[in-house]
């Protein structure tokens, strides 16, 4: 592997949360020093960053990956690229697939695929439950055996409370993180926007943001009574906050993130019956928006991902409700959430403690960091660069996402994955 030393770089570190102008050199495929100023004379190859920011590559929790079964939405090969031209160093991925990620063998399958065709790290999810159909738990110890990082019915809820408790309870006697999706399923079912004028001037079929409380009240009602480790995949709304809250301060091992779409963007998006903004749970308004922009800013929603969804213009092009929900991300999560630094709601350390940090402290990774010994895997940006996005430009095969056109602005230089460049920007 080659040496490199990276000067006149803008360092983003979260661990520290420090931005300051500084040097980075790293030695087989790991970080051997940094520091503020003058880098010090070496033998290795060096990379004048130009004043641009080199942080820690992104850590996304809940990338789906289409294989097997719908491939023609996303391959690892794709994913894999669009990841590194958005600076995603490790993509975590969701065992939502066809058929679901739920033996061993199916794991291995989609390891292999992974290793073979992507070129960034691919951290496999399993499935919580057979099918994801919340009847009868998977073989968590032989997952674990098999290289599952966490366990997931992504958005099926477990609505037999019973089987949930006993996944936990194992789940726990494992060490295995349980990632869930807290919405009430009842009131969640057939919901295509956010309760409110909007929706009922639509005409759309809206759930409560209620639903999303309650279903973290339930679950957390079931941490308390098994102690395992537990991750929310998507808080999106204010009324859920204070429940999260409670939870922690009373030392459950819990943790949530959010997505950048729910960062970003509004139900006021969805304007008129635009599908591509159509996401699961659907966006909110404007005030649960800004609380959820508070809760990363103060460290109690841990994680930022993309929740990238492929979805190809079969599903999309149909009529608000009919049509699928998702977007994809991995390359626009970056540019996307420096609109909040941008707007100076979050500075670049707080965004990369959720993006890079928190995502590898959760899942026991020693990536997301600056620190001496720690994994090269790292993005080189630019934060001031103006653009247009293209969505025919994108490397996923899937092109649904909700910025099409839009102004945007931060371009990703290059992304290094174990000290390798896997993506330069032309």
């Known amino acids: 592997m080659s040496n490199l030393i990276f000067t006149n770089a803008r360092l983003i570190d979260p661990e520290n949360g420090t931005d300051a102008l500084g040097w980075l050199q790293i030695a087989d495929g790991r970080i051997a020093s940094c520091g503020e100023g003058d880098a010090p004379n070496s033998d290795a190859k ?51 697939t066809l058929p679901a990620v739920d033996t061993p063998e199916t794991l291995e399958f989609a390891t292999r ?3 073979a065709d992507a070129p960034v790290n691919v951290l496999p999810m399993a499935a919580l439950t057979k099918g994801r159909d919340g009847r009868e738990m998977t073989e968590i110890g032989f997952l674990q055996d098999a290289g599952a990082v966490a366990f997931t019915d992504c958005d099926h809820v477990i609505t037999n409370t019973k089987v949930f408790s006993r996944a936990l309870t194992y789940a726990k006697s494992c060490d295995a993180l349980v990632i869930a999706h807290p919405q009430e399923p009842g ?57 999260l809250e409670r939870a922690k301060r009373n030392g459950l091992d819990i943790t949530a993130g959010t997505s950048i779409h729910h960062l970003t963007l509004n139900e006021l998006d969805v304007a008129n019956y635009r599908t591509f903004f159509k996401v699961k749970p659907p966006l909110r308004s404007e005030d649960d928006r800004q609380a959820v922009i508070e809760a990363v800013r103060t460290g109690l929603i841990d994680t930022i991902s993309s929740m990238h969804t492929p979805q190809d213009e079969e599903s999309k092009r149909l009529p608000f409700e009919e049509a699928a929900s998702g977007a994809v991300a991995l390359e626009t999560l970056l540019p996307a959430a420096l609109r909040l630094y941008h707007a100076g709601q979050l500075d670049l350390p707080n965004l990369f403690r959720a993006m890079a940090l928190n995502p590898a402290k959760r899942l026991g990774l020693e990536a997301g960091r600056l620190s001496h010994g ?14 247009v996005l293209d969505r025919f430009t994108l490397k996923s095969k899937s092109q649904n996402t909700p910025f099409d056109g839009q102004r945007m602005q931060g371009k990703v230089t290059a992304t290094y994955v174990a000290g390798q460049e896997v993506y330069r920007r032309a």
Do not use: W
């Not at 996304?60 to 097997?68: A, F, H, R, S």
């Not at 759309?204 to 537990?230: C, F, K, N």
């Open 113 to 115: 695929r992974a290793q």
């Open 187 to 243: 009131l969640s079912s057939g919901a295509a926007a956010t309760s409110g004028k909007f929706a009922a001037l639509r005409g759309l079929p809206a759930v409560s943001p209620m639903a999303e409380r309650m279903g973290l009240d339930r679950d957390i009602a079931l941490l308390e009574m098994t102690g395992a480790a537990y991750h929310a995949d998507q808080i999106t709304t204010a009324r859920a906050l204070p429940a």
């Open 46 to 96: 060096a990379i004048d960053c130009n004043g641009q920011c080199l942080a820690p590559g992104i850590v996304d929790i809940g990338v789906k990956v289409c294989e097997p079964g719908e491939r023609h939405k996303e391959s690892y090969k794709s994913a894999g690229l669009a990841a590194a031209a958005g600076g995603v160093t490790t993509i975590v991925t969701r065992p939502d």
């Open 374 to 387: 720690a994994p090269a895997d790292l993005v080189l940006f630019d934060p001031d660069a103006p653009f």
